[in-house]
């Protein structure tokens, strides 16, 4: 059965401050990706509603959510399941990242305020201080921070709406596979760099990081593929 403890709000995702049906799809999403709630596991609303402590509507509409990011399938009369973990459909997804990526930070670099190459700054050094912690759940939320930053430094709505459909799943497989096929100090170090680059509003270079940085996830991917996973 699956696990129903409810999670601590202290221990929810820090941008706490949306509607309630965004702070539920964000301590879904979390369980979801940090395999909490595993893969293949079937949930019900009332499970879930009760695992993050809230209301029914707003779970049923962050599933909704969910189920179009392909984390969850709602089956009618059936219940809630977590969809698998498919290696091919990830390399397939970097596919689409790379280039949305690369557009992104491209513009992010060119566009960012002072704020938010601050924040990248910061960002920066708190991913390789969580790398050294091995604090892979810190890591996670940091990784899901950076992402958001650059979509929105970007200013481009459609490169969010197309993001906001592949970060989940890609957290989820590196989740569930760095111990053995990567490290976080190599991550660290591509996501810092790309932070760096757009901070310093080096367009080019920003563009160059992105491609290292899906590079370091393709090749991680692959020997994952490798290991027969």
Same mark, same amino acid.
């Given at each position: ?26 301590? @879904? ?5 940090? +395999? ?11 499970? !879930? ?12 509409? $962050? !599933? ?9 399938? %709602?089956?009618?009369?059936?219940? @809630? @399941? ?8 990830? !390399?397939? #997804? =970097?596919?689409?990242?790379?280039? @949305? ?6 513009? &992010? ?13 910061? /960002? ?15 890591? +996670?939320?940091?990784?899901?921070? #950076?992402?958001? *930053?650059?979509?929105?430094? &970007? ?9 906001? =459909? ?9 989740? !569930? ?6 490290? #976080? ?8 760099? =790309? ?9 080019? &270079?920003?563009? $160059?990081?992105?491609?290292? *940085? %899906?590079?370091? /996830? ?10 027969? $996973?």
């Amino acid at each position: 059965m699956p696990d129903t403890t409810p999670m601590p709000r202290h221990n929810r995702p820090a941008e706490a401050d949306g509607t309630l049906t965004e702070q539920a799809y964000r301590a @879904i999403e979390e369980a979801i990706v940090t +395999l909490q709630v595993p893969p293949g596991e079937e949930v019900s609303e009332a499970q !879930l509603a009760a695992r993050v402590g809230f209301g029914r509507t707003p779970v049923r509409e $962050a !599933l909704q959510r969910l189920a179009r990011e392909r984390l969850v399938r %709602i089956l009618p009369r059936r219940g @809630i @399941i977590v969809a698998a973990v498919d290696v091919e459909e990830q !390399l397939r #997804l =970097l596919e689409v990242r790379r280039e @949305i990526e690369r557009l992104s930070a491209r513009a &992010a670099a060119r566009q960012a305020d002072a704020a938010q190459r601050a924040a990248f700054r910061a /960002i920066a050094g708190a991913m390789e201080q969580a790398a050294a912690a091995e604090d892979e759940t810190g890591f +996670l939320r940091l990784d899901r921070q #950076l992402n958001l *930053l650059v979509l929105a430094a &970007a200013r481009n709505e459609f490169a969010t709406a197309a993001m906001a =459909l592949l970060h989940g799943l890609s957290r989820r497989f590196w989740f !569930l596979h760095w111990r053995r096929s990567a490290g #976080l100090e190599g991550s660290a170090r591509v996501h810092a760099a =790309l932070a760096r680059a757009i901070a310093e509003g080096d367009a080019d &270079a920003a563009g $160059a990081a992105s491609d290292a *940085l %899906i590079d370091f /996830i393709e090749a991680f991917t692959r020997r994952v593929r490798a290991c027969g $996973a």
